[in-house]
């Protein structure tokens, strides 16, 4: 069964820290992969991954693909409280081509 | 330009009724897919549309139906709803049916009690 998994579950870290976020899959047909922040309810797109080994990068975040051992980072240096919110990893693929969600990792940024 | 827009934005229905979800998409996308989100989890594929016709189908009983226009707007139907139905409704657009990057709308939040 196509899976994509995400760890931690929730994290909680200060304004200023930089954190990694994982994402690790089993899809068959893989196409790509994508990260999405999400508030308070329309995920918004952060990043869509193809290739193995090419950094995407926007401001403080970015996002790498390993092809190879199946999985992404995505990392956010200089945390902002803006940045609270739940990540979602998903990757396009399986038998019908479709986007399969890993559950989101909920970050908070105190002050 | 105008997001995914979706309505509406809240609705609670009870147990055995039926709801429809409207969704339009991007100016210019011809694709709609659905997904359905529980609290805690991520998005669950429903259906994807493209060119009034589905394209896709998650697993998800026959209770749930949708159909896509001409303009390319979509609507999901949920009969016989359940209280496990309660969630947040999500729609994305995409270019076309190939094409990768969803966007999502802001969602409908449905209550069944």
């Known amino acids: 069964e196509d899976k994509v998994v995400q760890s931690p579950l929730s994290l909680v870290v200060h304004e200023g820290d930089t954190v990694t976020l994982n994402c690790s899959y089993e899809?068959?047909?893989?196409?790509?992969l994508l990260w999405y922040k999400q508030e308070k309810k329309a995920p918004t797109f952060l990043f869509m991954l193809?290739?193995?080994?090419i950094e995407k990068k926007s401001g403080r975040l970015s996002s790498i693909l390993d092809k190879k051992e199946l999985f992404s980072i995505l990392n956010i240096t200089a945390t902002q409280t803006g940045d609270s919110a739940v990540y979602l990893c998903?990757?396009?693929?399986?038998?019908?081509?479709?986007?399969?969600f890993g559950t989101g990792t909920l970050l908070a940024v105190q002050p | 330009d105008a997001g995914v827009t979706q309505s509406p934005t809240h609705l609670i229905k009870t147990r055995g009724q039926h709801v429809t979800l409207r969704c339009s998409p991007i100016?210019?996308?011809?694709?709609v897919s659905w997904y359905q989100q529980v609290l805690g989890q991520g998005p669950q594929f429903i259906f994807q549309y493209y060119e009034k016709e589905e394209r896709g189908r998650g697993n998800f009983p026959d209770r749930f139906s949708a159909r896509q226009f001409p303009n390319y707007s979509s609507e999901l139907n949920v009969n016989a709803l359940l209280l496990g139905d309660s969630a947040l409704y999500l729609c994305a657009s995409s270019l076309e049916r190939g094409t990768d990057t969803q966007y999502f709308g802001p969602g409908t939040r449905l209550t069944v009690l």
């Open positions: 100016s210019g996308h011809k694709s």
């Open positions: 193809t290739s193995s080994g």
């Open positions: 998903a990757v396009y693929g399986g038998a019908t081509n479709k986007l399969i």
């Open positions: 899809v068959t047909n893989f196409r790509s």
